[in-house]
C-alpha cells in the first residue's frame, strides 16, 4: 500500500488547513488509518485514527475540538480537516495505515504503510 499525503503549508495562528492521504492498492478499505506528526527534534506522536469503516475516531488531547480525521473509501482517501490551529501544531504530518490496529492503535509500530510526509507550519 503506497501512501501520499497533501494539503501541508504555511498559515498564521488561527487558520486552518486540509490534509489529504490518497491511497494506492485494493485494500484501503480494510485499513485503520491514522494521522501522526513530528515536529524538528522531537519523536512521532499520534494525532488521530479513524476506523475502516469511518464510524469511530480516537484523537490526541492536544488536537480535540480542533481537528477532524474523516475518510472516503471510494476514493482511497482520509482526510484531516485542522482548524483553531496553533504554532505548537507546526510538524511534518504522516498518514499511516494499519491492518490489524484499532483507532485505539496509538503507537507507531502498530502501523504498517506509511506516507512521505507533508510540512505544516503555523507562525504567530
Known amino acids: 500500500e503506497q501512501l501520499v499525503e497533501s494539503g501541508g503549508g504555511s498559515v498564521q495562528a488561527g487558520g486552518s488547513l486540509r490534509l489529504s492521504c490518497a491511497a494506492s492498492?485494493?485494500?484501503?478499505?480494510?485499513?485503520?488509518m491514522a494521522w501522526f506528526r513530528q515536529a524538528p527534534g522531537k519523536e512521532r506522536r499520534f494525532v488521530a485514527a479513524?476506523?475502516?469503516?469511518?464510524?469511530?475516531?480516537n484523537y490526541a488531547d492536544s488536537v480535540k475540538g480542533r481537528f477532524t480525521i474523516s475518510r472516503d473509501n471510494a476514493k482511497n482517501t482520509v482526510y484531516l480537516e485542522m482548524n483553531s490551529l496553533k504554532p505548537e501544531d507546526t510538524a511534518v504530518y504522516y498518514c499511516a495505515a494499519t491492518s490489524y490496529g484499532s483507532t485505539w492503535s496509538e503507537n507507531i509500530y502498530e502501523y504498517d504503510y506509511w506516507g512521505q510526509g507533508t510540512q505544516v507550519t503555523v507562525s504567530s
Open positions: 479513524i476506523s475502516w469503516r469511518g464510524d469511530s475516531a
Open positions: 492498492g485494493s485494500s484501503f478499505a480494510l485499513y485503520t
